[in-house]
């Protein structure tokens, strides 16, 4: 079942001599389910791909469509509430709320939707992502692979359509980048969360059910 579908994709930056068509005329389709990687290199346009994918910034021409529903006829409030409900993103930096504790930090999607995060799914979480005995710790006090940990709970809090992961283990040595990666695919295997993730590591993007290559704003190759 088809959940996530491009139509002729663009996002250009500046005009005339300043142009930069940053993504051109992308067309995608990712299934239900599917574990998608995305590889390129600095400016090949993968980050800008995510962001329009997760409703974080507006195309210049095409569509996006995520379970048939074309997000961008939306206005921005109703895209901002889709965008929180239907859309777990995990950031390369974490961009963890300080003030927050782990819990906090993790039930803040839910907190910003107006709802409590369920006690028994929160116990749950917190002990498949390691952190039970670090939940009342603030960011500051945890190691890089455990913030990062932190935000994979806050993108799952919600049951959302699709994770999008950009460049997860960016910031992280091997064993931390290694953790990360088994539990995103722990993620996609028991609870069939559908998972894209951009990456410049190959060996990273293997764990992946499909990779896919952009580069120069156009998806060039599936391996």
Do not use: C, W
């Not at 791909?49 to 210049?60: E, F, Q, T, Y």
């Not at 960016?170 to 990666?181: F, K, R």
């Amino acid at each position: 079942m088809e959940l996530v579908r491009t139509e002729n994709l663009t996002k250009i930056y500046g005009s005339g001599d300043n142009e930069v068509k940053a993504l051109d005329h992308v067309n995608l389709s990712i299934e239900k389910g599917e574990f998608v990687a995305i590889v390129g290199a600095s400016g090949s346009g993968k980050s800008t791909l995510l962001h329009l994918l997760g409703g974080v910034d507006r195309p210049s021409d095409g569509k996006v469509f995520i379970d048939g529903k074309d997000i961008y006829d939306l206005s921005d409030d109703k895209l901002a509430i889709f965008r929180r409900r239907q859309i777990g993103i995990i950031y390369q930096f974490y961009n963890l709320i300080p003030i927050l504790n782990v819990e906090e930090n993790i039930a803040l999607p839910l907190e910003l939707d107006n709802r409590k995060a369920d006690s028994v799914k929160m116990k749950h979480l917190l002990d498949e992502l390691g952190l039970e005995k670090r939940k009342d710790h603030l960011p500051n006090q945890l190691s890089g692979g455990q913030q990062q940990r932190t935000s994979i709970g806050r993108a799952l809090i919600t049951n959302p359509a699709i994770i999008l992961a950009d460049e997860p283990t960016g910031n992280l040595d091997s064993a931390a980048s290694d953790e990360i990666v088994r539990l995103l695919k722990k993620s996609n295997k028991e609870y069939k969360q559908t998972i894209i993730m951009i990456t410049h590591d190959m060996e990273i993007a293997k764990v992946a059910d499909r990779i896919l290559r952009i580069e120069d704003g156009k998806i060039s190759e599936a391996m």
